[in-house]
């Protein structure tokens, strides 16, 4: 199993710019999540979505949208990136809804 | 306000000691869980301990969790230069199980 896979790996975008990351995983995960890392910090949660048609806002949602395409899918999009969303991205999902979550090995964007 | 705390922000020991991180929150949970990160790649599964249990072991990993307190630690045992790795905790809240919160960490340096 690939478990979750994020794409793309690497990012490098101009202010103002729009681009979507992608998630997905194969486990049958009731729950899926967008975190965002930034440099020698914990992880903070963007938006989270608990079954598939659902999604709410997390620690930090400005700036950003997500959808829940399917079961499979979980999508984060930057409308106007800021360089202040330099980070890294995570996508994690989950089958008991806060249980032991799997983590896809992210994205790192960059926001010139 | 973020969930979880993590005391200390960095650790470092001589190899076959024992390494010790504590974890605060500030609401009621429904378990916390325990994370390991090496080198900025995806975040790896420990343990979980719910709400109702005090100590949970596996392998060389000891975590406790005391509720009075709203404080959980990991105590690694016998450690190895491979444990070195950033840790976290994560916690969900009572009144909102599929919002799963990660403290800031900590960095965990494991001398030969």
């Known amino acids: 199993n690939a478990g979750v896979t994020q794409t793309p790996k690497f990012q490098v975008l101009k202010t103002g710019q729009s681009m979507t990351l992608q998630c997905a995983q194969d486990?049958?995960?009731?729950?899926m999540y967008w975190y965002r890392q930034d440099p020698g910090m914990g992880l903070r949660l963007i938006y989270y979505?608990?079954?598939?048609?659902?999604?709410d806002k997390g620690e930090v949602p400005n700036g950003y949208n997500v959808s829940r395409l399917n079961k499979r899918e979980f999508s984060l999009r930057l409308e106007s990136a800021a360089p202040s969303q330099t980070s890294v991205y995570f996508c994690?999902?989950?089958?008991?809804?806060?249980?032991?979550?799997?983590f896809g090995s992210g994205t790192q964007l960059s926001v010139l | 306000s973020q969930q979880g705390e993590e005391d200390p922000q960095a650790l470092s020991i001589q190899e076959g000691e024992n390494a010790t991180m504590n974890c605060s929150y500030k609401?009621?949970?429904?378990?916390l869980q325990w994370y390991r990160q090496n080198s900025g790649r995806g975040l790896v599964h420990l343990i979980l301990?719910?709400?109702?249990?005090r100590e949970k072991h596996s392998g060389r990993l000891r975590v406790t969790l005391d509720t009075s307190k709203k404080s959980s630690s990991l105590l690694i045992t016998a450690s190895r230069a491979a444990d070195t790795a950033s840790y976290f905790c994560?916690?969900?809240?009572?009144?909102?199980?599929?919002?799963?919160?990660f403290g800031p960490g900590t960095s965990l340096s494991v001398i030969p």
């Open positions: 979505s608990a079954s598939e048609g659902t999604t």
């Open positions: 994690a999902s989950s089958r008991p809804t806060n249980e032991k979550l799997f």
């Open positions: 994560a916690t969900d809240w009572q009144t909102s199980y599929d919002k799963v919160i």
């Open positions: 609401t009621s949970i429904n378990n």
């Open positions: 301990i719910r709400s109702n249990e």
């Open positions: 486990m049958n995960h009731n729950s």
